[in-house]
């Protein structure tokens, strides 16, 4: 059983940077295509950013630019680094893992998610 465990999160003001990290276990982690989603409060869950098995990267628009995901094959862990951080990325960012997927936006396609862990922008 796969699982997944975020970490990284916490409060920093606007502009600044943090880095996102997603261990994995249980997984065969080269065939996963990986995503990390977020989720404020009252809000719906939306992608963020995804990273396929073979690297292939995409982006939502509203972090392109400011966000870059990538992966370490050797110890089973994504990342997402935070730059540019704006209020509006407040919300509660979570790893998902999709079997040989394409690190696309659908959130029915992740097989695995972690719990999540809280980025929080605010002066």
């Known amino acids: 059983q796969g699982q997944l465990v975020e970490s990284g999160g916490g409060l920093v003001q606007p502009g600044g940077s943090l880095r996102l990290s997603c261990a994995a276990s249980?997984?065969?982690?080269?065939?996963?295509?990986m995503g990390w989603y977020r989720q404020a409060p009252g809000k719906e869950r939306e992608f963020v950013a995804g990273?396929?098995?073979?690297?292939?990267?995409k982006y939502d628009d509203s972090v392109k630019d400011r966000f870059t995901i990538s992966r370490d094959i050797a110890k089973n862990t994504v990342y997402l680094q935070m730059n540019s951080l704006k209020p509006e990325d407040t919300a509660v960012y979570s790893c998902?893992?999709?079997?040989?997927?394409?690190?696309?936006?659908?959130?029915?396609?992740?097989?695995?998610w972690g719990q999540g862990t809280q980025v929080t922008v605010s002066s």
């Open positions: 249980g997984i065969i982690f080269s065939i996963y295509a």
């Open positions: 990273i396929a098995g073979g690297g292939v990267t």
């Open positions: 998902a893992a999709d079997l040989y997927g394409s690190g696309s936006g659908a959130a029915r396609a992740y097989d695995y």
